[in-house]
């Protein structure tokens, strides 16, 4: 009998290939043991590699219709449960490339919702190391990666707000999500999420109740992520 994989802390799936070797560099360099496939593995795969602490599957469904991209989700999804890990990551883009008509990250939180069900699901967006920043919900993006560029709201971004296929003209996330999806959205702010732990996880149940199963976008600045973590 071929014997279990270990249990994996993470799986993720990409919504571009580039992005999805990102996120796997910095879960490394955060000391897992990781591996990115092109499409979810199967048991017996994960058993080949039993010292495997999280996985991605870099997919394309940011440049995807919602259609096409629930054809792809879907199963992929559901392929990810299957391997009963600790979490399911549905990575975006760092600005939160997406439309209503193209890579809906709405239609993918609806799938997600249909396949895992749950009282919530929470967003954790930016990526403070490659100088994006959100804050009371707003995001914001740096001129250049790796730069010293200015830091842009990103409806005022010079190259995010004229994107040939997406462009950025609202950086109120909720309104943003709004357009993809007919869940409600609420917002755990910066300030909440800075309290003493029992004071957020309070704010967030309060939240949780009012919504009533929604989606909520989380904000955050550096400082805040490991307040995010708890």
């Known amino acids: ?57 870099a997919g394309l469904t940011r440049s995807l219709p919602p259609a096409e991209m629930e ?17 399911v990551h549905y990575k975006v883009c760092s600005t939160f490339d997406s439309s209503p008509t193209v890579g809906s990250i709405g239609r993918a939180i ?10 919530y699901v929470p967003l954790l967006v930016g ?21 010293t560029g200015e830091i842009y709201r990103l409806d005022r971004h010079p190259s995010m707000s004229r994107h040939p296929a997406t462009p950025a003209d609202e950086a109120d996330l909720r309104r943003h999500l709004a357009k993809q999806t007919a869940k409600r959205i609420g917002l755990l702010d910066v300030l909440k999420l800075e309290l003493a732990a029992a004071e957020s996880a309070a704010a967030l149940e ?25």
């Open 110 to 119: 609806d799938v997600g919702v249909s396949v895992f069900g749950g009282r």
């Open 1 to 57: 009998m071929m014997p279990a994989p270990a249990p994996l802390r993470l799986a993720y799936f990409g919504d571009d290939f580039t992005g999805s070797t990102d996120a796997l560099e910095f879960l490394s360099r955060a000391g897992l043991r990781t591996a990115l496939f092109l499409e979810p593995p199967s048991r017996a795969q994960l058993a080949g590699m039993p010292a495997l602490d999280a996985i991605g599957v």
């Open 71 to 87: 054809a792809v989700l879907r199963p992929a999804f559901a392929a990810l449960r299957d391997l009963g890990p600790r979490h």
């Open 127 to 147: 990526a403070p190391a490659l100088g994006r920043y959100c804050a009371f919900g707003n995001l914001f993006a740096r001129m250049g990666i790796g730069s």
């Open 206 to 230: 309060r939240l949780v109740a009012e919504e009533q199963r929604s989606c909520f976008s989380t904000s955050c600045r550096p400082a805040s992520w490991r307040a995010s973590a708890r």
